[in-house]
């Protein structure tokens, strides 16, 4: 068992370059996770699939957008990458949101 | 939506005291209430939870309470180690929405 992954683990992307983040679990967990997590601060959530098919904003979606390919699968994309969006970015996920999230090892972005 | 609070972003114990973090969650109805810890550098990953109906519980050094009528719960950590120092996310989750509300977060340091 894997668990969750992510690719890539580190990024550099300059100011309007774009990227797609991946995120897989194999878990069979139905709910699924895009978080932010800034130095020395908390995780705030940009998008979350509560079930394969649908897809809700979270505390800070703007100019993000994600895919829930299938059950496996949840992507996050830069359309144009700003400075604001450099952080570390955690993939998660949990049978529901009634039970234990688990975490990827985060992909580092850095945009210049 | 629910708004969960947390306190102390950061304390400082010495090896072999105890700490304690709080938080507090306004939606009456959250009944899941998970801890995690986080590494530098590292995911966070689940420590101890607890759901409503339950007021109390234990795993080895680690305890957490919930107070349903003031709704607040907290972190209880005794004898505490180097190791222990990490930092500590409380989070809170219900029926009414699909995804978890975070606490900002408290950095703990055990000083040996």
């Given at each position: 068992?894997?668990?969750?992954?992510?690719?890539?683990?580190?990024?550099?992307?300059?100011?309007?370059?774009?990227?797609?983040?991946?995120?897989?679990?194999?878990?069979?967990?139905?709910?699924?996770?895009?978080?932010?997590?800034?130095?020395?601060?908390?995780?705030?959530?940009?998008?979350?699939s509560a079930s394969e098919g649908t897809t809700?904003?979270?505390?800070?979606?703007?100019?993000?957008?994600?895919?829930?390919?299938?059950?496996?699968?949840?992507?996050?994309?830069?359309?144009?990458?700003?400075?604001?969006?450099?952080?570390?970015?955690?993939?998660?996920?949990?049978?529901?949101?009634?039970?234990?999230q688990y975490f990827g090892p985060g992909t580092?972005?850095?945009?210049? | 939506?629910?708004?969960?609070?947390?306190?102390?972003?950061?304390?400082?114990?010495q090896e072999g005291d105890s700490a304690v973090?709080?938080?507090?969650?306004?939606?009456?109805?959250?009944?899941?209430?998970?801890?995690?810890?986080?590494?530098?550098?590292?995911?966070?990953?689940?420590?101890?939870?607890?759901?409503?109906?339950?007021?109390?519980?234990?795993?080895?050094?680690?305890?957490?309470?919930?107070?349903?009528?003031?709704?607040?719960?907290?972190?209880?950590?005794?004898?505490?180690?180097?190791?222990?120092?990490?930092?500590?996310?409380?989070?809170?989750?219900?029926?009414?929405?699909?995804?978890?509300?975070?606490?900002?977060?408290?950095?703990?340091?055990?000083?040996?």
């Open positions: 068992n894997a668990g969750v992954t992510q690719t890539p683990k580190f990024q550099v992307l300059r100011t309007g370059q774009s990227m797609t983040l991946q995120c897989a679990q194999d878990m069979n967990h139905n709910s699924m996770y895009w978080y932010r997590q800034d130095p020395g601060m908390g995780l705030r959530l940009i998008y979350y809700d904003k979270g505390e800070v979606p703007n100019g993000y957008n994600v895919s829930r390919l299938n059950k496996r699968e949840f992507s996050l994309r830069l359309e144009s990458a700003a400075p604001s969006q450099t952080s570390v970015y955690f993939c998660a996920s949990s049978a529901s949101h009634l039970y234990e580092r972005l850095t945009v210049t | 939506g629910e708004n969960v609070e947390q306190h102390p972003s950061t304390l400082s114990v973090i709080k938080c507090t969650y306004s939606d009456s109805a959250s009944n899941y209430f998970p801890w995690y810890k986080q590494e530098l550098g590292k995911r966070p990953q689940l420590i101890i939870d607890i759901r409503s109906n339950v007021g109390e519980k234990k795993d080895q050094r680690i305890a957490v309470t919930l107070n349903k009528t003031a709704k607040h719960f907290s972190l209880h950590i005794t004898e505490t180690q180097p190791e222990d120092s990490a930092v500590y996310f409380c989070a809170a989750s219900s029926f009414n929405f699909n995804k978890f509300y975070f606490g900002s977060g408290t950095k703990l340091n055990v000083k040996p």
